[in-house]
C-alpha cells in the first residue's frame, strides 16, 4: 500500500521508509508544489494541515508529522515554534542553553504529532509520540539533527545515539508504530 508522506524532505522520507520495512506500507513524496502553511498553534492543527495538503495534491491517502521540543522550565516553548527558534540548527542550541544556564529543572520532551486523512481529507487516525528527557548542560554528538545534542536521555544525548537506537525510543518512531499498526489492521 502506498501512502504519500507530506514532506519535502527525502531523508525523513527515507528515516520513516526504514521504520516500516517488513511491513507492505511503502511512504513516498508528495507531488511537486507541496508547500503548506503551518499557521496552527498545536502540533495536532499543523500535521492536520501538511496531510491535508498532500492528499488535496495526491488524490491518495497521506500522512504528516509535526514535531517540536517542549521545555518545562519554559512552559512547553519553544514547542510548535521549534525550528524558527533563532536562525540556524546551531543558533537554537545556543540560545536555548543561554536562556537555561540558571534553571535547575532541566526537563524537556520531544512531541511528535501524525495525522493520517484519506484522499478526501477526511481523518483517517491522529496520534502522538512522546521522549522524555532532559536538557544538558553542554552540548555532545554529532548524530541526528536539530536539538539531538542536548537533548540527555540518562547520561546519552540523541546524538550519540545510532539511528536504530534513536527511532526505538524517539517520539517520531513511537507515533509512526501507532501509525503501521492501524494501516496494517485497515488492510
Ligand atoms: P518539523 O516537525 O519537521 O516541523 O520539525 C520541528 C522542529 O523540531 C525541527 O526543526 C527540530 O528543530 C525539532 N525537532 C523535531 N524532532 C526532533 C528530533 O528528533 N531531534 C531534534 N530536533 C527535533
Redesign the pocket.
Known sequence: MKVVFA?G?AH?LQEINEIAVGTDIEFVLPPEGFDPV?DGET?EE??LIKAREAARLSGMMSLA?????CVEALNGA?G?Y??R?AET?QG?IEKLLDVLKDTDNRKAK?V?VMTLVDADGKVLFQTRGE?HGEIAREQSGVN?????PI?LIGSTT?AEMSEDE?NEI???GKALRNVLEFLQNLA
Open positions: 514532506t524532505n525523513k503551518e502540533f499543523n500535521s508529522d509535526d514535531s517540536g521540543l519553544p510548535v521549534s525550528a527558534y540548527a537554537r520531544f511528535c521522549c541526528g539533527f536539530g536539538y539531538d537533548f540523541m534513536k524517539s517520539h517520531r
